[in-house]
């Protein structure tokens, strides 16, 4: 299949790696030159790239009509007669494109539906190239005891409860109200509640991995099991990059339970033979043609699924999605890390977009296969594998109307799209930052986007 090539200049990087994002959260194969050694075969590369796309996108701006080579691409797209589709960043539209009807998006908005709609004319919405992960071995007949009957789970969870209240009463608290009321939970079948200790923060974000109760080999057989978020503040946001994380400001959160994985397969499943959920909206992954039913992936995330969905499936569980500030806390702690385990990217503690890595997945993994990139609180997946929905809508300069501190924020109380967090196998290293916020519409459900639930303490 076929794929859309971006031209643009190296200075609207930061737009352009949303637009990529989108375009891969819309189903679309794209290439850009981000994974390309300068040198002499650089040219070659890119017009051979140009030459076999099937669509191009050429970001105006006023650095990329500056640039030669946007230049030279442009020329070269409308010599080979591709199907163009220029969108205005900033500056006037240019000249060659005054009679083509061009996008505006000198606010920095990415494109609408009705633009994506169009360019799946030229450029079909399927993605390729991508050597499939070797499959993981059948799983073995289990020896062990069946899973716990719900009434035994239930008293577990009980038990569970009383001790960490008797915990609760020594850890000093601050009596904060909720911005807006959170809908009561639905009563549904209970699972294991695990506190994990909160560890001692450096006043820097650290690069050595934070140390969990229970190893992921342990813990992966019960895939529901939670995480405490002790109550407190934390830095929201970011001052150091994009504009929809502006600015960093104090956050206020009670304490809660998150799971410490993402949702699997396995998990929704049995969700879905209480006839409470629907089943994914495709059994396939990008690189598998069976996934969802297929034992071997049963502790692998759940995908398909939209946002409505994922909200039934959290209330089925007498949980619900986290907030946008209660997924971000969870993923950085108190200390303003950038990435889940510290301040730069490694690519052996999350599942994501490194073309240049022999060992690159090109597709999902199975939850906790990257122990050192767990967060502060042992949660696992918070950078890379899939995106995880969350309970706000999404409102880009949505932190410029906060206050300096904030209690248990809600999101804005009107929109169109939901915030995903955390980025995918497919994303770039951007996007796995902790601060990092995307979107994308409710009823979507792709191959990129799962989720997680939380629960009130």
């Known amino acids: 299949m076929g794929y859309v090539f971006i031209s643009y200049s190296h200075k609207d990087k930061d737009y352009v790696t949303r637009l990529k994002e989108a375009l891969l959260q819309n189903g679309f194969d794209v290439w850009i030159d981000e994974h390309i050694d300068y040198g002499d075969e650089w040219p070659r590369i890119i017009q051979n790239s140009l030459d076999a796309s099937d669509a191009f996108i050429v970001v105006m701006s006023k650095n990329s009509f500056e640039s030669d080579m946007v230049q030279n691409e442009v020329t070269r797209a409308r010599e080979k007669k591709k199907n163009i589709f220029p969108l205005l960043l900033s500056g006037d539209a240019w000249l060659i494109f005054q009679a083509k009807q061009y996008v505006d998006v000198r606010d920095e908005s990415l494109p609408t539906e009705k633009f994506y709609e169009k360019l799946a004319h030229a450029a079909p919405r399927k993605m390729s190239g991508i050597t499939a992960p070797p499959e993981p071995e059948p799983l073995a007949p289990k020896t062990s005891a069946p899973r716990k009957s719900k009434a035994k789970r239930k008293q577990i969870m009980l038990m569970a409860g009383t001790a960490i209240v008797v915990a609760g009463l020594f850890i000093g608290g601050i009596l904060l109200y909720r911005a807006q009321p959170v809908a009561a939970p639905v009563a549904s079948p209970t699972f294991t509640l695990t506190a994990i200790p909160s560890p001692t923060l450096t006043a820097q974000p650290s690069d050595t991995p934070m140390p969990t109760a229970t190893s992921p080999a342990e813990l992966v057989e019960d895939d529901t099991q939670m995480a405490l978020v ?17 600015p960093a400001h104090k956050v206020y959160l009670d304490d809660y339970y998150i799971d410490i994985y993402k949702v699997t397969n396995l998990a929704y499943k049995s969700c879905v033979d209480e006839t409470v959920c629907k089943p994914p909206q495709f059994s396939n992954s990008y690189l598998r043609p069976v996934y969802y039913g297929d034992a071997r992936y049963d502790y692998y995330p759940v995908i398909g699924v939209d946002w409505y969905m994922a909200k039934t499936y959290c209330e089925w569980r007498g949980a619900r999605l986290p907030t946008e500030a209660e997924w971000e806390k969870a993923a950085r702690g108190t200390d303003g890390r950038i990435y889940p385990w510290g301040s730069n990217i490694d690519q052996t503690r ?7 890595d022999p060992d690159f997945v090109g597709d999902t993994s199975k939850v906790g296969s990257y122990p050192e990139g767990a967060s502060p609180y042992g949660v696992y997946d918070m950078a890379g594998n899939i995106w995880d929905w969350t309970a706000d809508l999404y409102g880009e300069d949505y932190y410029e109307s906060l206050p300096a501190l904030v209690a248990n924020p809600l999101g804005p109380a009107t929109g169109e799209y939901r915030v995903i967090r955390g980025g995918s196998w497919n994303s770039g290293a951007a996007s796995l930052r902790t601060s990092r916020r995307s979107w994308n519409a409710p009823s979507n459900a792709n191959i990129y986007i799962g989720f997680r639930c939380v629960k009130n303490r």
């Open 230 to 246: 002790p109550a407190g503040e934390f830095t929201m946001g970011s001052d150091a990059f994009n504009a929809e994380e502006k």
């Open 350 to 356: 999350a599942n994501y977009n490194n073309n240049s």
